[in-house]
């Protein structure tokens, strides 16, 4: 590949680039634009409209042939417009959650996105790294990777870095790693030898979709309430027609009014606006850091009733500073804050050489061998970065602070071996030539129960020493202390072997040399406070799962407003005595659980699950994807978190923090409300067209609107208004709200009810004035020109009261959607127009309506608000006393 264990050097990089290109697969041929143009007229609506155009064409209605093509072509435009935003929101999501990768360019570990590799880059490989392309491997430490995605096997394949012949096939070559399967454990260093479409997965496949459209619960509930509604509308239509035809309308009008009221009726916006709504709310969450990989977590985020959360890097700040090193005769401390590697070590206050302390160097230099992390310097954002895991890089800063830096001690202490750190297991081993010398070092870090239960000795100033169970005892006080400090603690071991040793296993990890243990600090989130206790009041409960000890767990969990309802917490060694019965009893009082392993992780889920809860739940790891699978919402890592963690998870962190998911419910609240904002706005105004034309009718009035009237006024209303609703930014009681339940469907027992009000308030005022008008002698042109402008400003006043289906409209900012402001002026507007302008009047047969019969409408029109107004200060005046 003519490239360098150092990586490639900069220029050679933009000469591959420019010959390979982008690191990816042919994307399918997308649809011309003018054929996504033509997919808004596959509509049986439009079907409808276009079959009751030509029969109006062979009837000479001319007028009403032009009206009816206009409507269907401006929908179709409408529509279009629409999907082509939401589309384009849908793109910019798909770059967001773009996969990046370590590599090794010029001499320097830096963090790209995957598309940017050429062949011949450097990569680093770690647990839980989707494979970015085909890469043959340099270095393997105990690196198995998933590859059932090529092969079907579900068995992970153990990945070697020796010769193999040349005619192996894939499931044999174990010393490559292609491209979109998955490493399960171990580490590993490999040169790209193939991107993009060159690679073994594109022969298999030819497109890789992180964001697949598919139907939400939401679109699947409004398919099913629209076939409802259809059968609905066949009959009210129906009997329309067959009505008037009773009342000696001629058959050809009854038609034509017949099919204007179903396409009134009928919100033929509505799938438009739906993905619209769902596209505008998953912007804005991506705005707020909050990436939804699955549309389906939207309107699940709605119906959240718990978040089990991790503790570190989401409500704290998983930027780890170790502040204490630990022994039971001393205590070093350790200044200076972040990944700066500056600071001084003292010890009761006084500063000290740690070149002089033999068991603090000692510590020090297990914390760098066994770590996999990498402390780097940005120099164009002059600071200090972390690569790998926060704990292991703040390990890492601490020992350059004493001298020790990274790549002096790696040359003199090379790693021949490695076990992985696993959750279950609770540490991690790597086994060290030293040069020079005829003895190799085995470095061990972990949890202070794990490392003394492996330690026979300590380290005592550079003495070993044997441990007693008197120390032992000493060192779990001195811990459990620390950790109620909200410290995050790490124990180091050590042990010398012999030089023939080159692997170690499980089995090696005995009489090992006590070196201290180490007390992190990751201050809590000073914005989690507020997060959490705004989802109490939503009716959201919060539990911290964490591996930390339970002190730490209950001093953070207190901090934050955490709390148990015995102020107790649970852990891991509590939880495994308890029966699948007892949990779920339990978790129902239990807000803190410390100690905790993946598997253990996947029992509470499951126990708040069995008690009716819909939870969401974080992770990072490649053990929590069966987790994050389970959970309602899965909630993956942005930041230092697995690629398989995020691939099985509904939404990305972004920054990693709570507050996130705060918002992320409010947002998804926000959506589903906006979506039954639109649905109430069309289907309480077009249920009032169906009914001012049954009620005339039967009342045996001459029709008051005609077709033309009937479809120009949807078009003009249900055109603008049901995108304007979409945009409805949250409101202040959103979080105030208990979670919607998962059985209620698009529309609640409210939203059916006022549809109703709506309905009649508008049949009643259009009806009156109409029939006013006839018994004063006006022409019939002139009676429907005034019921035509009521019944438009009667949908153009009841927009505002979509805004909220609970609150005033009075205790909304009135422009706080000034896309709610554009269509009351536009729709009032060519109200206006269609009766007053001579072009429009030929059009639609209106006439020229005086300044009083204009206020006499507008003041009848303005009902609406006043009776919606009362219905909503009776319903919350009854809610109160309830």
Known sequence: MDSDPNGLEPKEISIRFNKFGFNRLKEEKKQSELAKFFTQFKNPLVYLLIFAAIITYFLKHNIDTVIILIIVLLNAIIGYVQEKKAEESLEALKKLVSLKTRVIRGGERMEIPAEELVPGDIVMIDEGTKIPADIRLLESDNLRVDESILTGESVTVHKKTGLLKN??????????????????????????????????????????????????????????????????????????????????????????????????????????????????????????????????AVETLGQITTIASDKTGTLTYNQMTLEKIIFPDKIFEITGEGYTPKGDFKINGKKINPEKHRDLEMNLLISMLCNNANLIEDEKENAWKILGDPTEGALLVAADKAGIHEDSTFKKFPRLDEIPFESKKQYMATLHQIKGQNKNLIAVKGTVEKILHFSKFIDNNGKIEKLSEKIKEEILSKTDHEARQAYRIIASAYRYEKKDREKITDENLNNLVFAGFSALMDPPREEVKSAIAKCRDAGIRVVMITGDFPGTAIAIGHDLGIKSENNSVLSGDEIQLLSPAELKDVVKDTAIFARITPELKLKIVEALQKNGQIVAVTGDGVNDAPILKLADVGISMGRGGTDVAREASDMILVDNNFNTIANAIEEGRTIFQNIRRSIFFLLSTNAGEALILFVSLLLGLPLPLSPVQILWINLITDGTSGFSLAMEPKHSEILKLKPRSAKEGVLDNTSFWRIFIVAIVMTIGTLFLYQAEIKSGASIQHARTVAFVTMALFQIFNILNSRSLKLSIFELKPFSNLYIVVSFILMTALTFFTSEASFFQKIFNTESLSLNEWARIALIAFSIIVIVELEKMIRRLISKKS
């Open 167 to 296: 005619d192996a096939l894939i499931a044999d070559q174990t010393n490559m790693l292609f491209a979109g399967t998955v490493a399960d454990t171990g580490h590993g260093l490999g040169v790209v030898v193939e991107i993009g479409e060159n690679t073994e997965l594109a022969k298999i496949a030819h497109e890789v979709t992180e964001l697949k459209e598919q139907p939400t619960p939401i679109q699947q509930k409004l398919a099913k309430f629209s076939k409802k509604l259809l059968i609905a509308i066949i009959w009210i239509c129906t009997a329309i027609f067959i009505v008037g035809l009773i009342r000696g309308f001629d058959t050809i009008s009854m038609f034509l009014t017949a099919v204007a009221a179903a396409v009134s009726v009928i919100p033929e916006g509505l799938p438009a606006v739906i993905t619209i709504t769902l596209a505008v709310g998953v912007s804005r969450m991506a705005k707020q850091n909050a990436i939804v990989r699955k549309m389906s």
